[in-house]
Structure formats: structure tokens, C-alpha cells
């Protein structure tokens, strides 16, 4: 019996995925260990190896989408007879992938500098190869982006671009919206469609958190921690969020959920997208642990190295732009959560003692939150509370 090819199912959540890709054609050879295809998910892309050697035969195409558990080929051994007709058999709906991890539209490996050969072949996928016979292209020629250096369909067309490109200015290019960039995209649309979002934004003086946040520093170095002020706002909206319960919550299927725990999400910023990892049970952490967790996740996520388990599950997120100069910006959802806070950059400001005005670090808070979950007094409630907690930034060690 031939053994079957399935659709791997990366996390609890995953309803459906794509064959985005075969890496080993119809009819060809493959040995355990090597890339047999390439899945695409809402949340994650991950390449799928062979677990056995013998010959490849698809039975779902390149592009097909199908349920996790489904068969989309074979691999026959050498002394099993291929069927001109294959088999339809029964989904596995237990396939698995137990350590997935969420991977870029593009790997994180660098590109090889010569297309990397596998016996004596030059190592391209059936398109890409399909591709260049096409356009003419000399695969020799092409540098391989893929994993271990593989030369996808991509590389053989931007080949082909550059090759024909005429002289001159321009037009620019066009990039299927695709992985990362089309997820986000598709759920950025839902959110603001989905959802009643408004904006508030909020003035915090810095000045005893600028001074924490140097002590700190000093104190922690020999542990390796770097607080960032990223940090002072989070375990500041973890407090702030366990006095209003009602911005932890989200409205699910009519009924407006509360959360009793604390999942905290960071946006972090990639090259090809944005993503949110998350600080579990936050209200259970003290300011040095959320500084440490949310470190780790930050480099995970750079590194294309975090678990669908480090991006599932937030129910509030915080969202910094001040490293860019930024002053205050609307932060759209992250559905279902209710509430998104954005932090802007620490400027000279002034505060006003009696009639004199002293200068003063100052920074912008800006508050998305859903009307439908709760109004705006609620939500100004909250917001205030996060500024309290960083004008008294004592209140965070306790």
C-alpha cells in the first residue's frame, strides 16, 4: 500500500489550507526528510517533508485548499505497481503538526549564492521549472530563495523581469498579496467593517516613569533585562485592564465574553507584516517578568521562530509606534478583542505648576476600543487608569 500524503493540521484552530506549492513533481523521486510541499494557512506557511522514499503522486493540485486530514497524494514504493487511476481514501482528520512554527511568506534562511543542486539537479520546484521552460530562463542562472536555497516560482519570474526589464524609469512592480501581507490585509478589512471603533487619545507625563525606567535598567543589568518604556505600558494596561474588566472582553456570537485572565498581545513589526505574540496570564506577572516574557517573544518573532500557541488567545494588545517619531495614531482591532492601545513617542512637553509652566516628558496614548462592548465613559475610565498607573510608576512593582 502506498503511503498517503496528507494536509497537515497546524494548531486547533486551523479549518482549512492550501497546497500552496509541490516542491517534488508528479512522477519524481523522494527520500525521507526532503520537502515534499508547501502548506498555507491564515496564520502560518510551513514547508512538509517526506516520512518515507518512493515516487510522488499528487492528487490535489498546486492552489487546491482542502480540509486538514485530507490526502493530496501518495508515495508508492519501488516495488508497488502506480495505478493509472489513484485511490480516494478516507481523511485523517488527526494529522498534526505538534511543534508549529509561524514562518514568513519568505524563509528566514538567506538566499544561497548559486541555486543549490540535489543529485547532480539544480534544486528548483516542478513550477518553477515549469515557469522557466516557459519564459526561457536558464535556472543555472537563477539565485534560489527558497528553503536550502530551492528556486521557486518567484525567483525564476523576477529572473525573467530583470532580463526583459527595458531602460529607463519604471513603472514599478506588482506583488500577489499573498501569506502574511494577505491575512493581514483581509483581517484589517474585516475588523473596521465588523466592528464599531473609535479613537481616543489621551496626554501622560513620563517624567517618574522615564526615571523608573532608568533605575531599572541599572538595577537589572547584571540579569540581562532591558526594560523598555513598551514594558511600563504593558504591565500598566495589565492593571488598568484588571480594574475595567469590561475593555478585557469581546462580543462573540451576540454575548459579550469577559475574560478573566489577562492576555496581553505586542505588535511587533517584521519586514513583511505585523504580528502579535502574546504575554499569558499578565495580571500574574510582576513588571520584571512581563519585561523578560515580552523580550523573548520580540526576538522569537524577528527570529520566525514563535508557536501558533505564542499567537492565539490575546484579549487586549498594545501597539507602539513612538520608536518612529510618532505622536498618536488610530490602532485598528484585533479581533474580538475590544480594545487596541497605541503608544506614541516621549516628547518635551510642560506642565503647568500653579501658574508656571515646567517642562516635562510627555507621551500620547491612543485608544481603540469596539462601541458595541462598552461606551465611551467605560473606555475613557480605562484609559485613564493606564495614565495614572505610569505618572505613579511605583504603583507597577507592587
Known sequence: MPSEIYLVKVGMTMEEGTVEEWYVADGDRVEPGEMLYRLETEKVNLDVDAE????????????????????????????????????TPKPRPDITVANDTVADDKPKEPPAAKPRRAGGR???????????????????????????????????????????????????????????????????????????????????????AVKLRRDLLAEWEGDGIRVTYTDLVLAAATKALGQHPAMNSALQDDALVRFEAVHIGLAVALDEGL?????????????????????????????????????????????????????????????????????????????????TAVKAAKMRLSLTWDHRVLDGAPAAEFLAAV???LESPYRLLV
Open 275 to 355: 504580528i502579535v505574540p502574546v504575554i499569558k496570564d499578565a495580571q500574574a506577572k510582576s513588571l520584571k517578568e512581563i519585561a523578560t516574557v515580552s523580550a523573548e517573544l520580540a526576538s522569537r518573532a524577528r527570529d520566525g521562530k514563535l508557536t501558533l500557541d505564542d499567537v492565539e488567545g490575546g484579549t487586549f494588545t498594545v501597539t507602539s509606534l513612538g520608536m518612529y517619531g510618532v505622536d498618536t495614531f488610530t490602532p485598528i482591532l484585533n479581533p474580538p478583542q475590544a480594545g487596541i492601545l497605541g503608544v506614541g513617542r516621549i516628547y518635551d512637553g510642560f506642565s503647568w505648576e500653579g501658574d
Open 52 to 87: 518515507t522514499s518512493g515516487t510522488v503522486k499528487h492528487l490535489a493540485d498546486a492552489g487546491t485548499t482542502c480540509k486538514p486530514g485530507d490526502v493530496v497524494g501518495f508515495i508508492y514504493a519501488d516495488d508497488e505497481t502506480i495505478p493509472e487511476v489513484l485511490p
Open 122 to 208: 539544480i534544486a528548483a520546484s516542478p513550477v518553477a521549472r515549469k515557469l522557466a521552460g516557459e519564459l526561457g530562463v536558464d535556472l543555472a542562472d537563477v539565485t534560489g530563495t527558497g528553503p536550502r536555497g530551492r528556486i521557486t516560482k518567484e525567483d525564476v519570474q523576477a529572473a525573467a523581469d530583470a532580463a526583459n526589464a527595458p531602460a529607463g524609469p519604471q513603472a514599478g512592480t506588482s506583488t500577489p498579496l499573498r501569506g502574511m501581507r494577505r491575512t493581514i490585509a483581509e483581517r484589517m478589512h474585516g475588523s473596521l467593517r465588523d466592528t464599531a471603533q473609535l479613537t481616543m487619545d489621551m496626554e501622560v507625563t513620563m517624567d517618574d
Open 387 to 389: 495614565r495614572d498607573f
